[in-house]
T-cell receptor, first 112, second 115 residues
């Protein structure tokens, strides 16, 4: 157990729908990162939050959004889902910009 | 912009043989370098990291890597692999001190250890 908790572990939904993925960082970690892992794109950085504020943005689609709440948990919202959004979504956390990221087990999203 | 190239997508090797997984990076600033391992149906686990100091870095499970600034490489090595080392290995780079800390990953190398 890495200490980073992601829910749900698996999610199957239909095109056009909206889902929310949740991440609880390790105790004491202030930064949360979201990554998407797919066969064709590999591990892509989506977005980072630090203590509630957006810190860095990567290849995140406009249909996707995220936020970090006062208790430091984070949610990634995916809307108007397409088949190509099927992927493994990882959350990671770190103390600050300390660079050593601890990853959760991932949420596997299947869009049918 | 930073980037990472893992030169081999798959590396088959027999048990107890040595292995090297190759990684080259591109960055205009000082970097931190990492190797992560992903076992089937699991998340990523940190194997080792280079932040500063000695260019030879030792990690978990008998792995080590050498930072070579002139060749912009960070190859991962293990002198004798086990069946249990079969996994996907990712090299990653971040943009050093004072920055966001986000990691940019290579495409991964699948290590297949055969009996």
């Amino acid at each position: 157990d890495s200490g980073v908790t992601q829910t749900p572990k698996h999610l199957i939904t239909a095109t056009g729908q909206r889902v929310t993925l949740r991440c609880s960082p390790r105790s004491g970690d202030l930064s949360v990162y979201w990554y998407q892992q797919s066969l064709d794109q590999g591990l892509q950085f989506l977005i980072q939050y630090y203590n509630g504020e957006e810190r860095a943005k990567g290849n995140i689609l406009e249909r996707f959004s995220a936020q970090q709440f006062p208790d430091l948990h984070s949610e990634l919202n995916l809307s108007s889902l397409e088949l190509g959004d099927s992927a493994l979504y990882f959350c990671a956390s770190s103390i600050s910009g300390a660079n050593v990221l601890t990853f959760g087990a991932g949420s596997r999203l299947t869009v049918l | 912009a930073q980037s990472v190239t893992q030169l081999d997508s798959q590396v088959p090797v027999f048990e107890e043989a040595p292995v090297e997984l190759r990684c080259n990076y591109s960055s205009s600033v000082s970097v931190y370098l990492f190797w992560y391992v992903q076992y089937p149906n699991q998340g990523l686990q940190l194997l080792l990291k280079y932040l500063s100091g000695s260019t030879l870095v030792k990690g978990i499970n008998g792995f080590e890597a050498e930072f070579n600034k002139s060749q912009t490489s960070f190859h991962l090595r293990k002198p004798s692999v086990h069946i249990s080392d079969t996994a996907e290995y990712f090299c990653a780079v971040s943009d050093g001190p004072g920055n966001t800390g986000k990691l940019i990953f290579g495409q991964g190398t699948t290590l297949q250890v055969k009996p």
